[in-house]
């Protein structure tokens, strides 16, 4: 597609149920980032995908949370046993260069928001 | 380690009234300095940037200058327009860092 696509685009939920958010990319991105955007903070860093390279997992606040990136396009966000201070906006980027300190330019999805009851 | 600092808001302004969001920052290195916006609906998308010391960015009738001496990268634009209203965010990427830290945004709100 032209742009950042994430599904679903809402997302509610009961306490300690798993759950998974989707993003595709635009199209020859090499470089994929998810971020959570809780009511009130800035955008906290969760995982940045790189091409083939290993992952940068450093922002994932626990190991309830991990993320994949199949065939170096489409991620999926995953989430287990949630818990309400999960409940946030969860948003994917893009980039068509991850290696260059000026590179800056993300392009962003929507946003999946997730509601943990 | 990198930090952004955001004027909080939320901001309220009449049309063609002057802005300013203040945005102060703490980074390793010379990082480069950036103004995302969020409008209504969409996703966020660069508005501006700068990439060293004494740059202007500028995009829309927005400008913001790169001050070394005082780590700030204020927002400005001489008259807004209810199509202004959003989220404004400051952001940074300095180093060997991959992604780019944000601020906490700020909410701009134009009347007509």
């Known amino acids: 597609g032209a742009g950042v696509s994430q599904s679903p685009s809402n997302k509610v939920t009961e306490k300690g149920k798993d759950v998974e958010l989707r993003c595709d990319p635009i199209s020859g991105h090499t470089a994929l980032y998810w971020y959570r955007q809780s009511l009130g903070q800035g955008l906290e860093f969760l995982i940045y995908?790189?091409?083939?390279?290993?992952?940068?997992k450093s922002g994932l606040p626990s190991d309830r949370f991990s993320a994949e990136r199949t065939g170096g396009s489409v991620s999926t966000l995953t989430i287990q046993r949630t818990q309400q201070e999960d409940s946030a906006v969860y948003l994917c980027a893009s980039s068509s260069s991850g290696t260059s300190a000026v590179a800056g330019e993300l392009f962003f999805g929507e946003g999946s928001r997730l509601t943990v009851l | 380690g990198n930090s952004v600092t955001q004027m909080e808001g939320p901001v309220t302004l009449s049309e063609e009234a002057f802005l300013t969001i203040n945005c102060t920052y703490t980074?390793?290195?010379?990082?480069?300095l950036f103004w995302y916006v969020q409008y209504p609906g969409e996703g966020l998308q660069l508005l501006l940037k700068?990439?060293?010391?004494?740059d202007k960015g500028s995009n829309k009738g927005f400008e913001a200058t790169y001050r070394k001496e005082t780590t700030s990268f204020h927002l400005e634009k001489g008259s807004v327009q209810v199509s202004d209203s959003a989220v404004y965010f400051c952001?940074?990427?300095?180093?060997?860092?991959?992604?780019?830290?944000f601020g906490s945004g700020t909410q701009l709100t134009v009347l007509p």
């Open positions: 980074a390793t290195g010379y990082p480069s």
């Open positions: 952001a940074l990427i300095s180093g060997s860092a991959r992604q780019l830290t």
């Open positions: 700068a990439t060293k010391a004494d």
């Open positions: 995908f790189q091409g083939n390279s290993a992952p940068d």
